[in-house]
């Protein structure tokens, strides 16, 4: 694994993790993920900084070590490692680091200080910084800005103004594995297209409950000539480092209320989510779906426990609309389905129109349940329907008539 040039002082260094593991032990990474860190020299004679570091996942360690040396670099002779980000998929190394480099100072914010303290137990060569403080290397300078809760309390990103880097960490990242390229112009549109997804997919996993701290950063940041953002996840943007930023500006409005007499945030498309024990519930979707596509709306659909829940997440962060569909399982919702809901809260699934459907057996009881469940959810509904057993005719024809008018409400 070679170093990739930034400029002439900057290089990108990275490693490519394909595992079967679940990140953060939760969400799948199918097409992998990146772990980027940068090399950040001053001129002759100048320092070294090393920005972000990694956990050994998947031989990184041995790939970050085969980068350094490409340019001539070694763990050993970096000056001051600096640590946007203290979550351990990009400081589990430390006690590594520190072994082979006890010379180096280790820079993060106040609170990342106190992580670094707890988590590795160093106390030794840190050094705090916050907004507007500036380290100089040496003919290069560095500027950090705290950004806290994108996606953790002590955050903060570092800028290199001579080239216009942004190096952002979790922020403006992506899952997803590099190969041998980090830039966006190396990538074909086709490959684009499925970063574009795994995008989504991270920033609604990982990010979005934090979208009103990204809105804040953003306009922290929105000062500075950004010419290109090197985040430790995903590719570095030189060519287009807008579409980017754009894209996280547009995924932190789907959490946003829509103002009076504004557009819903998200977009014009439904999310049907469902779960059936033995058809009944399906057959009444079925009916729904009927309903959506006489109306007009563009939908995805997915079946749970079946899908893993981190894709649901992604395309019902971005819709508009929703469609629950789920029978009642021991007089409460469908467990599976539960899940999801409890997950849609820790994500902040915001305002969103829903329409409830489901079977039951010998009692019904999943809406009562339901209920409760979106109330934090701050969710408009189009009015639920259940059935016992199987659909009828007439129910169906209700069914697809909801459909239809959830349809109608997302389109406007």
Known sequence: MKAHTISELVHC?????????????????????????????????????????????????????????????????????????????????????????????????????????????????????????????????????????????????????????????????????????????????????????????????????FSTFVERGMAKLSGLDIRRVAPSHGMVWRKNPKTIMDRYRTYASYSRPALEGAEPSGEREIAVIWGSMYGNTRRGLDAVIRGIEAGGAPYSVHQVPNEDVSYVLADAFKSRGLVLAMPTYEYAMFPPMAYVLDIFRRKHIFHKTALRVGSWGWVGGARKEYEAAIEALQWESVPSMEWAGAPTAEECRVLEDRGRELARIVRA
């Open 13 to 209: 260094l990275h490693a490519d993790i394909k595992t079967t593991d679940l990140f953060e032990g939760i969400w799948p990474i199918p097409q992998g993920v990146s772990l980027n860190a940068y090399l950040v020299r001053g001129g002759p004679g100048g320092k070294t900084a090393l920005i972000d570091l990694f956990k050994d996942w998947s031989g990184a360690a041995g790939q970050f070590e085969e980068a350094l040396a490409s340019v001539g670099s070694g763990f050993d002779q970096v000056d001051y490692l600096i640590l946007n980000h203290l979550e351990p998929d990009h400081t589990g190394w430390l006690g590594e680091f520190r072994r082979r480099n006890p010379r180096a100072k280790i820079i993060s914010t106040a609170k990342g200080i106190n992580l670094i303290k707890t988590f590795y137990k160093e106390d030794d060569g840190l050094r705090a910084v916050k907004d507007g403080d500036k380290l100089d290397l040496g003919g290069l300078e560095l500027t950090f800005f705290e950004t806290p809760n994108i996606h953790w309390p002590e955050t903060m990103v570092t800028w290199e103004p001579s080239s216009g880097t942004l190096f952002s960490c979790d922020a403006f990242g992506s899952f997803g594995a590099l190969g041998d390229r980090v830039f966006d112009d190396e990538f074909s549109g086709a490959e684009h297209a499925l970063f574009e997804k795994e995008c989504l997919r991270y920033y609604a996993n990982i990010i979005s409950s």
